[in-house]
């Protein structure tokens, strides 16, 4: 028997409205897919609430004929060609409209015809399964679901035209009515064949919403239904303003911008925690949820349009932050949480193969507490929200704390010690993301070289911050805290110049990390893209580092490679290894604009927004690394999430880039 696959997505349509989201298939169906095909259903926080909800025409699905729609808004087209026509011509027209709400899915559904009376029965065929996303996430089916899941036994209860499903904390409830002028009432009815065997292949006893239709030429016929999502145990809820909107352009930058900010819109949400505190999910489907280096970094490349969003997310963190040393969560006084959900996620098959089990607030990741304070003194220098940054000085001494010492032995390294958390800690999270350029995976404590970048930045903004915010005549903790503060960067600084930097022949690079033994990753890799714009490197290093990311080792005309090309490891479809990443190409351009690069920086985001027409004007999470010069469009990575938030932000740093 073969392992499960992972769904596709990139030929999915996705509408939400954090935290509710609805995937259909490539031709409108919601309906469970084969094995290795694409996710589907109707999901809210960590739970995939219905996973059927499929139409039928006097028992025949419409013939797809196209899906459009963005945001929160899909429309499905088909046509009921089992119903003849006095021509050749479809005489029947199913239009579905589909909407998202936090905590609310609509469907209106609007037969037409062009005959003059036609008299058909509309059915809505239905069931939930409430899978827990780290089930869909590895392609397990609601009948794989563990003993402690529904899976495909919760047929819901009904009376007239109501309906509801129960699971534990979850419910889920659906109204059917009239809808619209020109609709019917609806009826529940079970799918069952007169010998009780299935019908159309649905699950023997699952409910069906059917309506009598009667239509003509000029009065269509219209039906509606809705389900309320609810999930009492869930941590995150919908935030409590709508982000910022963009202004309508027709150019390419233009669509990209608006289209951007439209799908951060819908990445929205705040925690029951911190009510008041918006921050971004991290991306659908998998990520609906708070992630702290994602949010961060979200915030960080919006901050500029939306300050509201930075001081939410800084708020937000820090009430999760660490308060004990903790193993098994990699927990640490001070520590910034790398995500947070409600329950345990548990996935097959994680890194190296074993099974991956995190808590539900863990806070297994290097780099998110130095990029809280960096991001924490980016908003202090914009001045719009000096009494948030006042409020979190407590929080950010803690924060300082960890970074010394988890810098205390020279660099900020990473191991799990759990045994069954994440084995690489940076934002190149898979297994074989550390490798050198023969293909051998590295062993840890591994030092990635972003992350010395972002705990030099972390350092000088919070000693900065500690200096200004002390009190006259007073503070002699916050003096004596930014002084450890600026003596930690300067060794960092001398340290990682002596130890990071590598030649293969081309001239001098900073190698993606160090492993355990102190030896450099050879390859290049798109992590140097993110030391600019820190401070930690010279003018002379930043044109070595720069040269090298737009260089055709790297640079593939649409973004910028995780990997070099001449790296053994290379793979374009790899996830960490010769991919590109939006967010990382969008880091790099940001930093090419801080250190002065303009002119590389405007060629660099040319190519993410080419390779964005390729997705519809959109920046999905990750794609092929596939060269311009190979192919005339960017190519997808099919189980790239879309909307991603720090993808979707990228964008707003190659529009600034290109003058917009």
Not at 162 to 168: E, I, K, M, R, V
Not at 326 to 336: H, L, Q, R
Not at 594 to 622: N, T, Y
Request: hydrophobic fraction near 40%.
């Amino acid at each position: 028997m073969s392992a499960p696959l992972q769904p596709s997505l990139h030929r999915q349509h996705v509408a939400l409205a954090a935290p509710t989201q609805i995937w259909l298939g490539p031709d409108g169906r919601l309906a469970p897919e084969p094995p290795g095909g694409g996710v589907t259903g109707v999901f809210h926080a960590d739970t995939r609430f219905l996973d059927r909800a499929l139409v039928m025409v006097d028992g025949a699905e419409p013939q797809p004929v196209g899906v459009t729609g963005r945001g929160p808004r899909l429309t499905v087209d088909g046509l009921a060609r089992n119903i003849p026509g006095p021509t050749l011509d479809p005489a029947v027209r199913v239009r579905q409209h589909w909407s998202v709400e936090p905590g609310r899915v609509r469907h209106r559904i609007e037969l037409s015809t062009s005959l003059p009376r036609l008299e058909c029965t509309l059915t809505v065929h239905l069931s939930a399964d409430f899978a827990p996303m780290d089930a869909v996430r590895v392609g397990r089916d609601a009948g794989t679901v563990p003993p402690e899941g529904p899976g495909q036994q919760d047929r819901g209860t009904h009376d007239g035209g109501g309906l509801a499903w129960a699971h534990g904390e979850h419910r889920a409830v659906l109204t059917a009515g009239p809808g619209l002028p020109g609709g019917g009432a609806a009826s529940v009815t079970t799918a069952l064949d007169s010998d009780g065997d299935d019908t159309d292949g649905f699950p023997t006893g699952h409910p069906a919403l059917s309506w009598r239709a009667v239509l003509g030429q000029g009065e269509p016929f219209r039906a509606e239904w809705s389900v309320a999502l609810e999930d009492a145990g869930a941590v995150v809820r919908a935030a409590p303003d709508g982000g910022v909107e963009a202004e309508a352009r027709q150019d390419a930058v233009g669509r990209l911008v608006a289209g951007s900010l439209a799908e951060l819109a819908g990445l929205r949400l705040a925690t029951a925690k911190v009510p008041d505190a918006p921050f971004l999910a991290a991306g659908a489907p998998w990520y609906f949820t708070l992630f702290g280096r994602d949010s961060l970094w979200a915030a960080r490349l919006l901050l500029p349009l939306d300050t509201a969003l930075a001081a939410g997310t800084l708020r937000t963190l820090a009430a999760y932050q660490g308060q004990r040393h903790d193993p098994s969560s990699a927990e640490d006084p001070g520590k910034i949480p790398h995500e947070v959900r409600a329950r345990e996620l548990v996935i097959d098959g994680g890194p190296g193969g074993d099974q991956l089990r995190l808590p539900p607030v863990y806070y297994g990741s290097v780099d998110s507490t130095p990029l809280w304070l960096c991001l924490l003194g980016e908003l202090w220098r914009t001045g719009r929200a000096p009494e948030v940054v006042r409020a979190l000085l407590p929080a950010a001494r803690r924060a300082a704390d960890w970074l010394l010492a988890a810098g205390a032995d020279g660099f900020l390294a990473y191991r799990d010690e759990s045994g069954h958390g994440l084995s690489n800690q940076g934002w190149k999270d898979s297994a074989d993301a550390m490798q050198f350029l023969d293909g051998r995976r590295a062993e840890g404590p591994i030092a990635l070289a972003e992350v010395q970048a972002y705990a030099f930045q972390a350092a000088h903004e919070a000693a900065a911050l500690f200096e200004e915010l002390r009190e006259p005549g007073g503070g002699a903790g916050l003096r004596e805290q930014a002084t450890a503060l600026r003596d930690f960067a300067a060794g960092l600084r001398r340290r990682f110049r002596e130890q990071f930097w590598v030649d293969d022949g081309a001239g001098p690079f900073p190698a993606m990390a160090l492993d355990g033994s102190g030896t450099p990753l050879d390859p290049p890799g798109s992590n140097m893209g993110h030391l600019l714009g820190t401070g930690l490197l010279d003018a002379h290093e930043a044109e070595r580092v720069v040269e090298r990311l737009t260089g055709p080792e790297l640079f593939s005309g649409f973004g910028i490679r995780t990997l070099s090309t001449a790296a053994a490891g290379y793979w374009p479809l790899s996830y960490h290894c010769g991919s590109v990443w939006s967010h990382d190409t969008g880091i790099a351009i940001r930093g090419l604009l801080a250190d002065g690069f303009r002119a590389e920086a405007a060629a660099v985001a040319r190519g993410l927004v080419r390779a964005s027409e390729s997705f519809g004007h959109s920046l999905p999470e990750v794609f092929s690394g596939e060269g311009s010069e190979e192919a005339d469009r960017a190519l997808p990575y099919p189980s790239s999430c879309r909307p991603q938030a720090w993808s979707a932000a990228a964008a707003l740093v190659a529009a600034q880039a290109l003058g917009r």
